[in-house]
């Protein structure tokens, strides 16, 4: 039995683009809202459709600037639950405050725990994301998660960029917290792993100590969930081209890209970084030749059309 009622999908301003081709790929218009501000830079929302008894999706990363963006995220829940929608599904490509997942100082927050809550009071029902930088986020809602992966995307991309990965390419972790995620890339190619061993002095800086496995002779691909201020990721190519690789790339999720990121990827052993697009691109990274996105919007169409026809979302990622 079909829905007895419709949905619409909405957008922020995060990420235009991505939810743009996400209607296309479900054969539907975004809806209609607009986004503005008052003089003193409040965030004003208007919703120019009816919702009432609708499911309504609305896609919005909290990415640079983050609070504008989750401040427009919360405001637009609120219109629309008083507006009568029948759920509300926020579709978070990029989870933001997603690092601070627990307390690692005394008098710390747990901001990622913090946004969970402040969702759940706007009035969403359920929360869409990819790739969040830790698992037990899922966790922090009372209300239903659902924890997409981009690994479909970027593996068919790794295939047909190392046809012959098996016997060419290893796989790399740059940390120990990332060890999972490499080894799940590195079965599904049957390609060995590598571990960068690292210590961090302090907030956005890394120093590489170590390399465990052998990266001699083949192209050494580094698996990450997201790429912030680039530290870790051109530390860690610097070190597996000492330690003999032929060529370092890099696959990440979430392109963040704040501070000195460009210019270190321009300036680094990297041959090429790619990244989706669950955040969109700046003019200059954009313009940056060692920078390359391949699209989600097919994963992220699929989600919102299971959902909404109350189907399975796991095998997406079979």
Known sequence: MPPSHDYKVFSGSSN????????????????????SRFSDGETQVEIEENVRGNDVFIIQSTC????????????????????????????????????????????????AKLVADLLETA??????SMDMHAGQIQGFFNIPTDHLYASPVLLEDMRRRFPKAADEVVLVSPDAGGVERA???????????????????????????????????????????????AGTLTAGAFALKKAGARRVFAYAVHPVLSGPALARITESQLEEVVFTDTIQLTAAAKACPKIRCVPTERLFGEAIKRIYQAESLSSLFV
């Not at 989870?95 to 601070?100: K, P, S």
């Not at 009035?123 to 869409?128: D, I, L």
């Open 123 to 128: 009035g969403v029902t359920r929360v869409v």
């Open 64 to 111: 640079p600037p983050v609070n504008d963006h989750l401040m427009e995220l919360l405001i637009m829940c609120d219109a629309l639950k008083r507006a009568s929608a029948a759920s509300i599904i926020a579709v978070m490509p990029y989870y933001g405050y997603a690092r601070q997942d627990r307390k690692v100082a005394p008098r710390a927050p747990i901001t």
């Open 183 to 229: 080894r799940a890339y590195s079965k599904r190619l049957d390609a060995p792993l590598a571990i960068i061993d690292k210590r961090r002095p302090h907030p956005n800086a890394s120093e590489v100590m170590n390399l465990i496995g052998e990266v001699k002779g083949r192209d050494a691909v580094i698996i990450d969930d997201m790429v912030d201020t």
């Open 16 to 35: 235009v683009d991505l939810a743009a081709r996400i209607c296309n790929y479900l054969g539907r218009s975004l809806a209609k809202a607009r986004l």
